[in-house]
């Protein structure tokens, strides 16, 4: 399995941030992605949160939910603590996304956007784990995600859709399909799992933690 990943590099994230409102699409995964998180929700976890961008979209209409956003490259870090400078509900820590998660407590909602598909396949299972662990009962698990496409020509097409030529593709990106990730989030225990929006190689992958968990 690739084990690259030019995220700690500054160049590369902030070759990233000056894209990120060019990527098509993506505003449409974010508005679903917003729709099925409650406004009630008491604290949200960002996982690889980037800029911040996603946890302040959901800020706009959850003022009052504590946030903890997690991100390891030091660029990115940088410019989500600018972001929410002198805002109390929102916690910034670093931590690589490869190491097990440090104790955090619980969250109403785990969100995830763009961040995951830089593991490795076996990682993003362990960490698909524990956030159900870390969930509270009937929290939500918000996944939008770079997955793969089923076919080389199609991912070739996304590729070319976005302008970037194949021997430019980004070596850190770790893809896996849709249906092999559902069916994981299933077999640990989340339900109405579901894709629940998708634009070629772009999914918004979704599933709750059952309000009461039978026991073996």
């Avoid at 070759?15 to 993506?26: C, F, M, N, S, V």
């Avoid at 949200?44 to 996603?54: E, F, S, W, Y």
């Avoid at 009962?137 to 996304?158: D, K, M, Q, R, Y």
């Amino acid at each position: 399995m690739n084990q690259t990943n030019l995220w700690a590099s500054a160049d590369h994230a902030l070759a990233y941030l000056t894209q990120i409102d060019k990527i098509p699409h993506r505003t449409e995964g974010e508005a679903v992605l917003l729709e099925h998180v409650p406004k009630s929700v008491k604290r949200i976890l960002d996982l690889g949160t980037g800029d911040g961008r996603l946890l302040a979209l959901l800020k706009f209409d959850r003022p009052q939910a504590k946030c903890v956003a997690v991100d390891f490259s030091a660029t990115m870090l940088e410019a989500v603590n600018t972001r929410f400078a002198g805002d109390a509900t929102v916690e910034v820590i670093a931590h690589n996304l490869d190491e097990p998660l440090p104790e955090l407590g619980s969250f109403d909602a785990v969100v995830s956007s763009f961040a995951i598909h830089h593991l490795i396949h076996d990682r993003k299972l362990t960490l698909y784990t524990e956030i159900f662990q870390m969930l509270e009962p009937g929290g939500i698990f918000c996944n939008l995600e770079h997955v793969a496409s089923p076919t080389e020509t199609l991912h070739e097409h996304f590729l070319q859709t976005l302008g970037i030529a194949p021997e430019n593709d980004d070596p850190s990106n770790k893809l896996l399909d849709v249906e092999t990730q559902l069916s994981w989030l299933r077999n640990i225990g989340f339900s109405d799992v579901d894709c629940y929006w998708k634009w070629l190689e772009l999914a918004l992958l979704i599933g709750y933690k059952p309000n009461s968990i039978s026991l073996p």
